[in-house]
Nanobody
Framework: QVQLVESGGGLVQPGGSLRLSCVASGSIFSINAMGWYRQAPGKQRELVAGITNGGTTNYADSVKGRFTISGDNAKNTVYLQMNSLKPEDTAVYYC??????????????WGQGTQVTVSS
């Protein structure tokens, strides 16, 4: 079994910053990629940023230049540094990971989500 646990969400004023963390634990043989998605009320879940185990990153156009994704392979952890936050960034942020477990099965896993609210 694999678990993803997110932390770091909260309430921040426009223009402020937050750093999200996600730790993967459990029966992990290898992690192929990790990423962050978000879902605002009434909207579909969307990709925010992703990173492969080789360090290749990709970002949604709406966050380029403001958000930075990074990873620590030794700690099975991914971070999302969010700067210059805007009210439209308000959403529940979910961690996602493409993981191969020790039985060699490869699956997609999701965290429970962490709320980010940008408001004055």
């Amino acid at each position: 079994q694999v678990q993803l646990v997110e932390s770091g969400g909260g309430l921040v004023q426009p223009g402020g910053s937050l750093r999200l963390s996600c730790v993967a634990s459990g029966s992990i043989f290898s992690i192929n990629a990790m990423g962050w998605y978000r879902q605002a009320p009434g909207k579909q879940r969307e990709l925010v940023a992703g990173i492969t185990n080789g360090g290749t990153t990709n970002y949604a156009d709406s966050v380029k230049g403001r958000f930075t994704i990074s990873g620590d392979n030794a700690k099975n952890t991914v971070y999302l540094q969010m700067n210059s936050l805007k009210p439209e960034d308000t959403a529940v942020y979910y961690c996602n990971a493409d993981i191969r477990s020790w039985d060699y099965e490869r699956n997609d896993y999701w965290g429970q989500g962490t709320q980010v609210t940008v408001s004055s």
